[in-house]
C-alpha cells in the first residue's frame, strides 16, 4: 500500500488514524453542539503552533489545524471558562439545559462508534478476498487437539456467526474465548460431514488472553507452493538484497531450494546470518547475499526477510474466497460487529480493573503504530478495519466515568440530576485533578507496556 522506508510508513499511517479518528470525535461534538443552540468559538485538531486557520467572519467559528495532532477539542461560549457577551449569554454551553449538555458531550462518542459501524459495512459491501478457514496440522494438547478438531476440517460458523474466511474465524473464535471461555465451533470435514467442535478455554488464558493464541492450536493448510518470490516488502531484508518479484529461488549456502517451504524454514533457523542465494531472473541467474532479522516468537528466535511467495492461480482459486453482503443486509451484521465489540471492550476494560484480566493488554501508541502500519502494509481493506477496531475503543473509553473525559462529564451530569443542583466549582476542579492523575498514570502504563514489547 505504500512504498515508504518501513518507520515513515508506520508514523504516516499512525497520524493518518488519529487525524480521522480525532476528527470524527470531535465533529460530534461540534454538530450536537450546534444543533442544541451552542455557540463554537473554535474547532481545534492538534495541539501547539498553529499551522493552518480559518474563519469566516469575526463571529464565526474559528477552525485550527495545529502541530501536533495528539487530540482535540471544541471550545464553546461558556461562562466558567471566562466573560461572554450578554448577547452570547443565551448560546453558552453552561446555561443549556441538563439534556442538550448530555447531548452534546455524548456525540463525541456515538461519532466514534457510528464511524466504526460505517467502516464496518463499507468492508461488508465492498467484500474481501481471505484464506478459507481449513486447518493443517493440529498443535498435539492444544485447545484445538482436545476439542478434537481434525486437519482438513473447514470452520464455517462460530456460535452461529458465518465465518467464510480464515482471519473472520480465528478473531471470532479469539473474542468468544476471550469473552465467554467457550466456543461453539461448526466445521465439515474432509469428508464432507457437519460437525461441532466445542473450545473451551482456561482460567488462566482468560485472564491473559494473549495467550490464547499461542494455546488454541490452529494453524491454516499450507499448499506447497514454488520457490518464487511473489511480493517483497519495502524495507526488508529481501529488498535490500535486491530481490524482486518473480525470482525464481534456486539455492542458498549450495542447498537446492526445493519449494516455498523449504525455504521459509531455512530462513526461520538462520536469524541474522549471511546467507549466499542463487536465482534466476528472466533466464538470467545470478547470485547475492541476504542476512534474516531475527524476531523473537513464541518458539524462539527466527529469521524473516520480508517476502512473500507467488501463488499460482490455480493454487489460489482453490485457497481463496471472496465475502461480501448487499447493502441492506450488510447494515445488520455491521450494526452487530459495532455492538459485540463495543460490548467485549467494556467487558475486558471492567476485567482490568477488577484483575480478572491482565492489564498487559492494554496497548499504546507504539503498539497502535505498529499495528496501523502493519495493517496498511496488508491492504486498504484491512487498515479500515484497523480504524473501525480502534475507532470502538476510543468511543467506549471515552464514555468510561473517568474525569476529564466524556464519560466523567456525564457522570457529573448523572450527579446534577439526582441532587437537583450542578456540582459546586470546587468538586468539579477535584475531580478533573483526579482525572488528570488517572490519564497520565494510564498513559505511562501503556508507554511502560509498549517498551516492554519491543525490548522483549
Not at 113 to 142: C, D, H, K, N, Q
Not at 235 to 256: C, I, M
Request: aromatic residues 8%; hydrophobic residues 50%.
Amino acid at each position: 500500500m505504500s512504498s515508504l522506508p518501513i518507520a515513515a510508513h508506520t508514523l504516516f499511517y499512525f497520524l493518518l488514524a488519529l487525524v480521522v479518528l480525532i476528527a470524527v470525535h470531535e465533529t460530534g461534538h461540534f454538530i450536537a453542539a450546534r444543533k442544541m443552540g451552542v455557540k463554537v468559538l473554535r474547532f481545534s485538531l492538534g495541539f501547539g503552533v498553529t499551522l493552518y486557520r480559518y474563519q469566516a467572519r469575526p463571529d464565526a467559528t474559528e477552525f485550527v489545524i495545529g502541530a501536533i495532532p495528539l487530540g482535540g477539542y471544541v471550545k464553546m461560549v461558556d461562562e466558567r471558562e471566562g466573560a461572554v457577551a450578554e448577547s452570547d449569554l443565551s448560546y453558552a454551553f453552561n446555561r443549556q439545559s441538563l439534556y442538550k449538555r448530555a447531548l452534546i458531550v455524548v456525540a463525541g462518542p456515538l461519532a466514534n462508534l457510528l464511524l466504526a459501524f460505517l467502516l464496518y459495512w463499507t468492508v461488508l459491501v465492498v467484500g474481501e478476498t481471505g484464506m478459507r478457514p481449513v486447518l493443517g496440522p493440529v498443535t498435539p494438547a492444544s485447545l484445538a487437539a482436545v476439542a478434537q478438531f481434525e486437519e482438513g476440517d473447514e470452520i464455517v460458523g462460530v456460535d452461529s456467526t458465518r465465518t467464510p474466511t480464515w482471519s473472520l474465524a480465528l478473531t471470532t473464535i479469539l473474542e468468544k474465548l476471550t469473552d465467554k471461555g467457550s466456543a461453539r465451533v461448526e466445521v465439515i470435514t474432509e469428508t464432507g460431514e457437519h460437525r461441532e467442535r466445542l473450545l473451551s478455554a482456561s482460567a488462566d488464558s482468560a485472564l491473559h488472553p494473549e495467550l490464547l493464541h499461542e494455546k488454541l492450536g490452529f494453524q491454516p493448510r499450507q499448499p506447497i507452493l514454488p520457490a518464487q518470490v511473489g511480493r517483497v516488502i519495502a524495507g526488508g531484508a529481501a529488498e535490500r538484497a535486491g530481490l524482486q518479484a518473480g525470482d525464481q529461488l534456486l539455492s542458498v549456502d549450495d542447498t537446492p531450494i526445493k519449494n516455498w517451504p523449504f525455504w521459509v524454514d531455512f530462513v526461520r533457523k538462520h536469524p541474522e546470518q549471511t546467507l549466499h542465494l542463487r536465482y534466476e531472473r528472466d533466464g538470467v541467474r545470478l547470485e547475492t547475499v541476504i542476512t534474516p532479522i531475527a524476531v523473537d516468537t513464541t518458539e524462539g528466535r527466527v529469521g524473516q526477510i520480508g517476502a512473500a511467495a507467488h501463488v499460482p492461480d490455480a493454487i489460489r482459486a482453490a485457497m481463496e474466497v471472496e465475502y461480501r453482503l448487499a447493502p441492506f443486509p450488510a447494515l445488520s451484521a455491521a450494526w452487530t460487529q459495532t455492538i459485540d465489540l463495543s460490548g467485549l471492550t467494556v467487558r475486558m476494560l471492567g476485567r482490568m480493573v477488577t484483575g480478572q484480566a491482565s492489564v498487559e493488554n492494554l496497548s499504546g501508541p507504539i503498539s497502535i503504530a505498529q499495528y496501523a502500519g502493519q495493517s496498511a502494509s496488508m491492504g486498504f481493506l484491512h487498515f479500515i478495519k484497523f480504524l473501525a477496531v480502534v475507532s470502538v475503543s476510543l468511543g467506549v473509553l471515552n464514555l468510561m466515568p473517568i474525569p476529564v473525559l466524556d464519560g466523567g462529564h456525564l457522570f457529573l451530569f448523572l450527579l446534577e440530576a439526582v441532587k437537583g443542583s450542578p456540582v459546586s466549582e470546587r468538586t468539579q476542579l477535584y475531580f478533573q485533578k483526579l482525572g488528570v492523575v488517572l490519564l497520565v498514570s494510564l498513559m505511562l502504563l501503556a508507554f511502560f507496556l509498549d517498551i516492554k514489547r519491543v525490548l522483549a
